[in-house]
């Protein structure tokens, strides 16, 4: 975390009073920190839109496990992508209705692809991804960014290029 910053911001007045009454309805009690969490939402939903980046998440579903073949669908999708859910959560909600969370990591493209297919899935009702990154992606971008391995190649300075 940087030192505290003191800002002014010329705002509509109409959109001060929608802005605090939401913000009270809410249970914010302080302006500077209803703020802070809108600027940190932002930046949150800019880093996990970015393909590569780092993200966890949660991935919940509504389903009735008696549609056919969803239940399987569900367990075969889920072991196809292991190495993105650090774990699973079932309640079975009545007769009929299932509920799953499941815990995920991952880069962001893959996450959401993941999600994406899951959630389409003939007999899922409703599901929603949720991600998102610990603060201190978001306040220290240049140590997060350190953080992303990538592939690549070089050449070798004053030796002509050649295979390892
Ligand atoms: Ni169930």
Redesign the pocket.
């Known amino acids: 975390m940087g030192v505290l910053s003191r800002i002014g911001i010329a705002l509509d007045s109409d959109l001060l009073k929608r802005f605090d009454r939401s913000m009270r309805h809410r249970g914010y009690t302080n302006r500077s920190e209803a703020f802070r969490d809108l600027i940190r939402d932002r930046l949150v939903k800019e880093q996990t839109a970015m393909p590569d980046a780092t993200v966890v998440g949660t991935v919940t579903l509504i389903y009735d496990?008696h549609a056919h073949g969803v239940s399987e669908k569900l367990t075969e999708l889920q072991h196809a992508s292991h190495e993105l859910i650090v774990s699973t959560s079932?309640?079975?909600?009545d007769h009929d209705s299932?509920l799953e969370v499941l815990i995920v990591h991952g880069k962001s493209g893959h996450v959401s692809q993941f999600a994406d297919r899951i959630i389409g899935l003939k007999g899922v009702q409703h599901g929603q991804l949720v991600m998102t990154v610990p603060a201190k992606v978001i306040d220290e971008p240049e140590a997060a960014a350190h953080n992303h391995t990538h592939e690549h190649s070089h050449d070798h300075p004053g030796k002509p290029r050649h295979k390892h």
């Open positions: 496990h079932h309640a079975h909600l299932c």
